[in-house]
T-cell receptor, first 114, second 110 residues
Framework: GAVVSQHPSWVICKSGTSVKIECRSL??????MFWYRQFPKQSLMLMAT?????????EQGVEKDKFLINHASLTLSTLTVTSAHPEDSSFYICSAPTGTDTQYFGPGTRLTVL | RKEVEQDPGPFNVPEGATVAFNCTYS??????FFWYRQDCRKEPKLLMSVYSSGNEDGRFTAQLNRASQYISLLIRDSKLSDSATYLC???????????FGSGTQLTVLP
């Protein structure tokens, strides 16, 4: 079946540094990918929609200059958390819709900012 | 009001029990409905889609009532491996964006 991978699976960084997270669709093409964030004991919240070849669409309250999204190919979207701070520590998950109405989720990236 | 609301939980049930989760959604334009399962520190995984006619997959039965904007999930003969957080999810269809409920935690006890 369709598989979505994420890299890295976890990262610890110092406050003020930038972190790039990759999301790849492994056996299908994804013109659209979604980025979610999940804080402990909360549900997934959509951050942005990544569109291949065009600008990402951000949800209300998500700073586009802080969370940079690039979707340069049909199988890769990247999320860069710029100047990360401890409050950005979270579980970041990407997903890609298939041709049907379902989505496959990546395994997530756990970010800890010290 | 949240777009998707679920039972707060947690639910702690013995093995073999039947447990039901409820969910309501506020956007009447929602077109697709799902139950996802999320294990601790893992990504959500699709458990089943939910159809207007109701559908069953083994021990799992999902129901949808569009008029009441209500979705349910019934788990029969609970297994220890059913312990997880169950997420009620809706989609507006063409946008393919998913809106997640806050989840209901289930623990099946031996």
């Amino acid at each position: 079946g369709a598989v979505v991978s994420q890299h890295p699976s976890w990262v610890i960084c110092k406050s003020g540094t930038s972190v790039k997270i990759e999301c790849r669709s492994l056996d299908f093409q994804a013109t659209t990918m979604f980025w979610y964030r999940q804080f402990p004991k909360q549900s997934l919240m959509l951050m942005a929609t990544s569109n291949e070849g065009s600008k990402a669409t951000y949800e209300q309250g998500v700073e586009k200059d802080k969370f940079l999204i690039n979707h340069a190919s049909l199988t890769l979207s990247t999320l860069t958390v710029t100047s990360a701070h401890p409050e950005d520590s979270s579980f970041y998950i990407c997903s890609a819709p298939t041709g049907t109405d379902t989505q496959y989720f990546g395994p997530g990236t756990r970010l800890t900012v010290l | 009001r949240k777009e998707v609301e679920q039972d707060p939980g947690p639910f702690n049930v013995p093995e073999g029990a039947t447990v039901a989760f409820n969910c309501t959604y506020s956007n009447s334009a929602s077109q697709s409905f799902f139950w996802y399962r999320q294990d601790c520190r893992k990504e959500p995984k699709l458990l089943m889609s939910v159809y207007s006619s109701g559908n069953e997959d083994g021990r799992f039965t999902a129901q949808l009532n569009r008029a009441s904007q209500y979705i349910s999930l019934l788990i029969r003969d609970s297994k220890l491996s059913d312990s997880a957080t169950y997420l009620c999810v809706v989609s507006q269809g063409s946008a393919r964006q998913l809106t997640f409920g806050s989840g209901t935690q289930l623990t099946v006890l031996p």
